[in-house]
């Protein structure tokens, strides 16, 4: 499996409040420091919607030490999407239907158990993304939502939710 590439800079941690009224959890980024409170992200979240891997963000400081995410200044372009396994599924399965996300260039992160988020890079196919992230839906292997889809040319609005008490939509 292709992961992100390790970064000679040193990394610090961001701290990502709940975005959203199903996901409550609160999460933390790797992220290398740009200097004037600006950091590239270094990681895709799992929880948080609206940021990619590679980003550029400001955080501020908090009162007790550490960063809070504070706004996205510049898009990288990367797309995030998440991807939780069904029950059964074995690691031949999953990487049937992963493979085609990977030579599309994707890669992915284990958050546990089989929840996973995908970064889909600048240039990325992203119609051709979402296909292959349905064809895991459709052939039982995962359910998918987007976190954040970078707009452009190949964009589709094809979007899935994790979420048990949504439709999905299309």
Known sequence: MKTHHETPRPLVKI????NDDYYTTTESLWAEDLGEER?????????????????????EPLSGGGL??????????????????????DEPQFQRYWRPLESLGCTLERAKGGFYAIDAP??????????????GTDHGVWDWETGYMHEGPDTTEAKQSLRPSRARRS
């Open 122 to 135: 600048p240039g990325a196919d992203l119609s051709n993304v979402t296909a292959r992230l349905t064809a």
């Open 15 to 18: 701290l990502f409040e709940p």
């Open 39 to 59: 950091y590239r992200l270094r990681n895709s979240p799992w929880y948080y919607y609206g940021v990619s891997f590679g980003d550029i963000v400001r955080a």
């Open 68 to 89: 809070a995410f504070a706004e996205v200044l510049e898009r990288s372009g990367s797309s995030t999407f998440r991807i939780m396994l069904r029950e059964g599924i």
